[in-house]
């Protein structure tokens, strides 16, 4: 929504509103569509590129990464993620303060939401890292900010469902309570998915079995997918605010 005006010859500033909510699906359909987009092209356009390994064996899902280190994948993957990572950080920020005003008197809570603030921003960190430096560019740099992702986005979602947890107890809005229980779930399909993915990576590099990539690649699929599902639930947690820009 816009507003602004012409009152007794002085120009109002113009304000653009958004709901929280188009903020946060906005904010999780740029990588959502972006990781499609790019796993379409590499598989229809770019499929051995994307597919081969040092086992040389029969593979037929691309891995994230191999998507995203490919022309034009890259570019789109990259500009889903520039636009992406703002609003990311505002959220963060969002969060944070939410946290800090409801636990102003627990010092748990309070030291909790910290740590919260603080691995969300690391994740992004690791996402923007993992992005703008593709594997086919430097492998090293690369594998290092998809370990900082990964294990950030776990800190932040067990911190994220303990806080939760403990404002369940107090609340009586059943938006909360089915915002705890989404989050857990999504939680816990996140670290069966990345198990999953680890497993069929090591027999893959291990034993070069035909088969253990397709399934890591799609693990790797699904463990995106659920961090994007667990990101998604902010919609309840914000479901009355709006974003404001002068």
Not at 196 to 218: D, Q, R, V
Request: proline share 3%; with cysteine.
């Amino acid at each position: 929504m816009l507003q602004g005006s012409n009152v007794l010859g002085h120009e109002r500033p113009l304000v653009i509103r958004v709901s929280f909510t188009t903020c946060v699906l906005g904010t999780v359909c740029l990588p959502l569509l972006g990781l499609i987009t790019c796993v379409f092209i590499s598989s229809v356009f770019h499929f051995e590129d994307s597919t081969g390994t040092h086992c040389q064996v029969p593979n037929y899902l691309p891995s994230i990464s191999a998507s995203i280190s490919l022309s034009p994948e890259c570019h789109i993957w990259r500009f889903c993620i520039g636009l992406h990572s703002a609003p990311r950080f505002l959220v963060a920020l969002t969060y944070f303060k939410f946290y800090k005003t409801r636990f102003a008197s627990k010092f748990l809570e309070s030291s909790l939401s910290c740590m919260n603030l603080a691995f969300s921003l690391f994740e992004n960190l690791g996402l923007l890292l993992l992005t703008y430096v593709s594997s086919s560019e430097t492998y090293f740099v690369h594998k290092e900010g998809f370990v900082l992702f990964l294990v950030s986005s776990l800190i932040y979602m067990l911190i994220t469902c303990r806080l939760w947890n403990a404002i369940k107890k107090y609340s009586l809005s059943p938006e909360d309570a089915k915002s705890h229980h989404w989050k857990v779930r999504f939680l816990l399909l996140y670290v069966s998915f990345c198990a999953f993915a680890g497993f069929f990576y090591w027999k893959h590099n291990m034993y070069c079995e035909s088969g253990s990539y397709t399934l890591f690649a799609l693990f790797e699929y699904l463990v995106v997918f659920s961090n994007m599902a667990f990101h998604l639930t902010a919609v309840w947690d914000f479901r009355s605010r709006e974003v404001m820009v002068i």
